[in-house]
């Protein structure tokens, strides 16, 4: 089962614009979590942000949570080329006393040099 | 190395046939995640445990697949009587986690499963 649903399903930009994906979701929220994914490889988780926070930054990355809306939405900053992968926000329920972590069906992200 | 490990990286089976995954989390996590991911979509929850309980199982999961993880440690994943549609990279993760807190999750490199 996934909970989250990204949008747009796929973006190519120019090198050095910026990037932002948005992220919908459907139930009550511990907290979300985004990764990336290169082609073939394992998921590397990027930024956490909980509940009760609406803003978080690392790096060139700005996360956004809007619980109300149950939306979040990740953004880059100043592309590279090295930026193109998948990314996927994975929600932890609120509800659960052990809580799964479940992901949402991605962004493929292209940046052209 | 104090990551996450999957073994094999790549199975190729025939249909009908038993295989079983490995998983060795990072050591002090507490909970193992397994997901099934195809071409283009994201990780599928398929389940996952806390210490040695095994705490959720996908309904979408046949009960052809079954996962154990002894002593809380690493943990196999076997699916019985291969089929096609079985066809799918596998991830493991492992993540420290209290009640409904759930911190980060440190995935491994997957195996990839072909069944002819």
């Known amino acids: 089962s996934q909970q989250g649903e990204e949008d747009p399903q796929a973006l190519s930009i120019q090198e050095g614009e910026n990037a932002t994906m948005n992220c919908s979701y459907k139930?009550?929220?511990?907290?979300l979590q985004w990764y990336r994914q290169n082609s073939g490889r394992g998921l590397v988780h990027l930024i956490l942000i909980r509940s009760n926070e609406r803003e978080k930054h690392s790096g060139r990355l700005r996360v956004t949570l809007d619980t109300s809306k149950k939306s979040s939405s990740l953004l880059i900053t100043a592309s590279r080329a090295a930026d193109t992968a998948s990314y996927f926000c994975?929600?932890?329920?609120?509800?659960?006393?052990?809580?799964?972590?479940?992901f949402g069906s991605g962004t493929r992200l292209s940046i052209r040099p | 190395d104090t990551g996450v490990s999957q073994d094999p990286r790549h199975k190729i089976t025939k249909r009908g046939q038993n295989v079983t995954f490995r998983c060795d989390p990072i050591?002090?996590?507490?909970?193992l995640y397994w997901y099934r991911q195809t071409l283009g979509q994201g990780p599928e929850f398929l389940t996952y445990f806390q210490n040695e309980a095994q705490l959720e199982k996908s309904r979408l999961l046949s009960d052809r697949f079954s996962a154990e993880r002894p002593k809380g440690s690493f943990s196999t994943l076997e699916i019985q009587r291969t089929e096609q549609g079985d066809s799918a990279m596998y991830l493991c993760?492992?993540?420290?986690?209290?009640?409904?807190?759930?911190?980060?999750?440190?995935f491994g490199q997957g195996t990839r499963l072909t069944v002819v």
């Open positions: 050591s002090e996590h507490n909970r």
């Open positions: 993760a492992s993540s420290l986690g209290q009640g409904g807190e759930n911190t980060e999750a440190f």
């Open positions: 139930t009550s929220i511990n907290n």
């Open positions: 994975a929600t932890v329920d609120g509800y659960s006393s052990a809580s799964k972590i479940i």
